[in-house]
């Protein structure tokens, strides 16, 4: 189980049930997290040092505080662990960096307006992407206000990113949520899927909806 099978990141793999830190020198460190609405939870184990790291908290916001009072107790716990919980700090800071720096620039093929429909069993639903040379997209959904596309990512003539807006069918209207597109350029079409997520609510014991997805199509506009 605690054979590496996948590479998460960097600094972690995943084995089965166990996620595998690549880390402290002489120390074999593993770990699983888990949360719900309200709750979460992080343990880590150094089983030659004898080690039980379990963090409970009554929140389900990001990570970070967790993360970090492991790495406090883990920091007086082991000499070498500090030294080497600072490289992957200054590490992950340096990869944080890369990628601000990396920001969105539309191929020349995507520049321009791309109109067509999200296809959904209760009817069609305009939709446009506006590829400005800025870096912006913009995107009118339906008769809907006009919002940017967030985390826009081209690539290997696949296009994501994450939107504001509604579908408006009965299941989807259950949940509020955001769109996220998944797209492919094919010649002068974008094909692919709008996705609906469900956004998390703070309310304890809601039961979060499932992800929906609907068939997109659209073509470059001369």
């Known amino acids: 189980m605690h054979a590496p099978s996948a590479r998460q990141s960097a600094l972690a793999r995943y084995g089965v049930g166990w996620r595998i830190y690549d880390g402290v020198e002489d120390h074999f460190i593993i770990g699983h997290s888990g949360g719900m609405d309200g709750v979460n939870t992080l343990l880590k184990l150094v089983p030659a040092a004898g080690i039980a790291v379990a963090i409970l908290t009554n929140t389900n916001g990001n990570r970070d505080l967790e993360e970090q009072v492991v790495a406090d107790i883990l920091s007086v716990l082991l000499p070498t662990y500090a030294e080497k919980h600072a490289r992957e700090i200054e590490q992950q800071e340096q990869e ?27 009817g ?49 209207s259950r949940y509020l949520h955001h769109l996220c597109l998944d797209l492919k ?24 909806g499932m992800a929906l997805s609907y068939w997109v199509e659209l073509r470059k506009d001369h």
């Open 96 to 122: 944080q960096t890369d990628k601000s720096e990396a920001d969105f620039k539309p191929d020349a093929h995507l520049l321009g307006q791309w109109n067509g429909h999200v296809h959904t069993y209760e």
């Open 124 to 172: 069609d639903i305009p939709l446009t992407l506006w590829f400005k040379e800025s870096g912006d997209v913009h995107a009118p959904l339906g008769t809907q206000l006009k919002t940017l596309v967030n985390k826009a990512r081209f690539k290997e003539q696949f296009f994501e990113g994450i939107m504001m807006g509604n579908i408006h069918t009965s299941d989807a």
């Open 185 to 208: 350029q094919r010649d002068e079409m974008l094909t692919g899927a709008i996705i609906v997520i469900p956004i998390r609510e703070r309310t304890p014991g809601k039961r979060l």
